[in-house]
């Protein structure tokens, strides 16, 4: 490859047909071509950043990264040699921060003259950096290694189990055991039990998530959790991001928890299609669309919640609630590391507390604790700490 003149790699990009991945996506050598336009224009040095689509919040196709690490860097070299840019960058989510200190990695990186960065990618930064799917490096570094066309094909799991290549002809229910579920979420949407008919190209599975909801498990529950993932993943920088994913969360946890109004699922349409083309980056163009689709697709499920509330999962309403034994809680932190919600305050020696709004009932703090501080209850609540106090000094 390195013997290749700048010309010859590009005739060899477009001859395989490689075509960008996810969200930007286009033919592979159009867009070199563009970042190269804007080098000449700008007199910049021109970049190489390599990275999932920042609405990526499952992370599941980094598993690539961690099975196919000499790919991943043969794809951004070649991208690179291609565009003529110097620098390259890999840039991993905050969410991935452990793999910074993977020493396999951190060597290869530094082989390949790698600079590795942590967070949301700024898609303003570099008007000459060509933006590379970590999947387009991988197929790229393939077709090269091969000598062949590449196929258009996605990485999927289901239900988080091992990353597969598959055909975007391969239909949903071949893949996924769907059972007695009546909601999917497939790439960057939700979807009734019959879209397991769809091909994952038509579901446009591009974040590699196929997951099938069991039975109990709410979509309006499910749809607060995703947008609390993605606020924590929004950089803020765009109003309507920011603001908007604040409002969708706030909607949705409303909603699930009984204080829901007819008026949210219009104000979710509303804000949700205004920040489709809102945002700067694909997080806050692409986490709406899951609020979206969820009241578009099972209005009755929200329309249930609001006026009846009654929730078809049996995940909602709940008596009951979970609470901490101030005087058996000796503060080490264990419920707290397992908590999904992040819902539980303390810090080493102090009494732990769980914010009862945000509990999301799901009992894994019950299970972590050693000292069986953490109670379950459908029955009044005891006196508890309103405050942090340290392990020993609570008194009713
Ligand atoms: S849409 Fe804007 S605020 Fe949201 S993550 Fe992207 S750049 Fe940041
Ligand atoms: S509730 Fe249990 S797990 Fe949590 S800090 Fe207290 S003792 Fe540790
Ligand atoms: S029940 Fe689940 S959500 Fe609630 S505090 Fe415990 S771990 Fe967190």
């Known amino acids: 490859m390195r013997n290749l003149s700048r010309e010859e790699l590009l005739d060899k990009i477009e001859e395989c047909g490689i075509q960008e991945y996810?969200?930007?996506?286009g033919s592979l050598r159009g867009r070199i071509g563009e970042a190269a336009a804007k080098m000449e224009k700008t007199g910049g040095q021109g970049a190489i950043v390599c990275a999932l689509n920042n609405a990526d919040l499952d992370g599941i196709l980094l598993d690539l990264l961690k099975d196919e690490p000499e790919k991943v860097m043969n794809g951004i070299d070649i991208a690179a040699l291609a565009l003529g840019a110097e620098k390259k960058t890999l840039h991993i989510p905050e969410y991935a921060q452990h793999l910074a200190d993977d020493a396999v990695l951190t060597e290869m990186l530094g082989q390949h003259q790698i600079s590795l960065e942590v967070g949301i990618v700024d898609v303003r930064a570099d008007a000459a950096c060509l933006l590379l799917h970590l999947v387009t490096a991988v197929e790229l570094a393939e077709a090269f290694a091969q000598d062949a066309a590449a196929k258009a094909c996605y990485y999927v799991s289901v239900n988080g189990k091992k990353l597969q290549r598959v055909e975007g002809s391969a239909r949903i229910a071949e893949l996924a055991d769907i059972g007695d579920a009546k909601v999917l979420r497939l790439g960057y949407a939700y979807y009734p039990a019959e879209a397991a008919q769809l091909t994952v190209a038509e579901a446009r599975i591009e974040n590699g998530v196929i997951a099938v909801l069991p039975s109990g498990e709410c979509i309006v529950r499910d749809a607060q959790e995703q947008m609390t993932a993605s606020r924590k993943q929004s950089c803020g920088k765009c109003v309507f991001c920011?603001?908007?994913?604040?409002?969708?969360?706030?909607?949705?946890k409303e909603i699930a928890e009984g204080r829901g109004k007819m008026d949210y699922l219009d104000l979710t349409e509303e804000i949700g299609s205004a920040m489709?083309?809102?945002?700067?980056?694909?997080?806050?163009?692409?986490?709406?669309?899951?609020?979206l689709s969820?009241?578009?697709?099972?209005?009755e499920e929200y329309e249930g919640h609001i006026r009846k509330k009654k929730c078809s999962a049996g995940a909602c309403f709940s008596a009951e609630t979970y609470y901490i034994d101030p005087k058996l809680c000796t503060g080490c932190g264990d419920c707290s590391d397992v908590c999904p919600q992040d819902c539980i305050e303390g810090k080493a020696k102090y009494i732990h507390m769980i914010d009862t709004v945000d509990c999301g009932r799901c009992g894994k703090c019950l299970e972590a604790c050693g000292d069986g501080a953490v109670v379950?209850?459908?029955?009044?609540?005891?006196?508890?700490?309103?405050r942090l106090t340290k392990v020993g000094k609570f008194r009713r």
């Open 376 to 386: 379950c209850t459908e029955g009044k609540l005891p006196k508890l700490p309103n």
């Open 242 to 252: 920011r603001e908007g994913l604040l409002q969708l969360q706030f909607m949705q």
């Open 22 to 25: 996810g969200l930007c996506s």
């Open 294 to 299: 969820a009241v578009s697709s099972f209005r």
């Open 276 to 291: 489709t083309f809102s945002g700067m980056c694909t997080l806050g163009q692409t986490a709406p669309k899951l609020a």
